[in-house]
């Protein structure tokens, strides 16, 4: 262990419909991630409910809070006793008709240290999330820490390359992505497999496309359709941390987890010297990038 | 077997310094593809010689030709003799002191469809290609041939998200990458296998993220540096297929090989269809991604 190393432990929940149970949970976890030496902490997306966008229902618009606001200020005095840092995921109330699903990061002294508002927003069968979030207004902004500068993003955002790159241009010493990714248990076996692979390898090549670790911390357990229409989703968990080459260096099972890893933030730096991807970037073909498609 | 099946042959080989060896040995592999099925095949990076790049050597430049050429009118008549579409690599000469790393598409008909000249240009230890290839000026344009639209890119294009994405959106049906890459020799086993690894997993993310199946030809064997100073390459081989959801369909050993896979083209719908990315891209916030850096 030298002084770039970083000890990072994620938070793999089942969770239930009641929100205090649910965030009692997270701050035990936290509790025992810090006993193990964690310094800096990452939550599941969504971690103090139910996913609720199975159905599309004006009265879940309830469970949305301020930030800062109640949550942020438990866990904002649970990083201050502990000496760490939190990233959690929680339902944003901005204003009347105005959410977000928002990630907030609570600073080693208690402070709100930023906050990231989920910029695509995803909408299947399943995950109507169209319906609760309004899509983000802060762009790919990392956020400054005690612990390093970052960049996070949130469950579908995993999938983008683009946002992955804006943050590393922005200096992001590694990515975080709170999650919450399940299967349609009708789906055949092997189908399920290809879809837990691909999230696996996408979020592997952000860390080497741009040389630096990523963690992603995924629900797990059945959460059954409040609509009844469905077999619900199963969250397969698999929360897992990478390296600067994508070299997994520590995956959970489908099973609660407190997941530890070590994060040399020294390598990514030596990496980034042998495989010099931003050196060769084409900047000056990448303009089409911004159009919808190139027809 | 449906209509949209393409049966594909990637050609993984080892060169040695005599070109005419290598191209007849390319054109008999090219002949057993066409003799299992294959209707596209896949050359690996400047298959006609040994990898050059190795150090900095004026008279390496003698190996360029001109496109059309002397190679393209040989591997155009094998297209049109075996009925299928051929994918080469060649050290283009397109004038005195300009020199590209181009790939060249054959149609069955025997007609050079397009090309396409390598955009990323690396350059390390071993791999001095920006003394010898001026980057490419006709941008990530796809080529249409009668077996689909091939996004062609070469090499340390493969390791660009943007590249691939580019591809995509002027709508590629899959992306093709002729390749030249191995291990420096004093590197240790678990470095090796983290290179290879990192390697497949980028390759297999562009399938993710674009719902679009990959085709990556390597080459094989062990090179010597013609300087002494380095203990040469060891290409790895790993040439593989897989699909639009990143699932290897097909991989080859170390050895030389004739890889064929069986890509289903009408699969890429659907995986669009429950992965709608092309969707919910955020571009209205990517401008920054032609920025080198965002300080």
Redesign the interface.
Known sequence: MTDKTLRVALIQQGCGDNREDNLERSIQAIREASAQGARLVLLQELHTSLYFCQCEDTGQFDLAESIPGPTTDRLGQLARELDLVIVASLFERRAAGLYHNTAAVLERDGALAGIYRK????D?PGFYEKFYFT?GDL??TPIDTSVGRLGVLVC?DQ?????A??MA???ADLLLYPTAIGWDPRDDRDEQA??R??WV??Q??HA??NGIPVLAANRCGHESDPSGHTEGIEFWGNSFACGA???ILATAAQEEAILIADLDLAHSEDVRR?????R????D???????????
């Open positions: 910029m695509h927003i995803p299947d899509p762009g790919f579908w999938w983008y390359p683009e946002a790159r804006l241009l922005a200096g290809r879809q692979e691909a390898t996408i592997r090549s080497i496309a080459q994508g070299e042998i495989w010099p991807y931003l060769d970037r084409r900047i073909a990448y303009e089409e990038l911004t159009l919808r498609y190139r027809d």
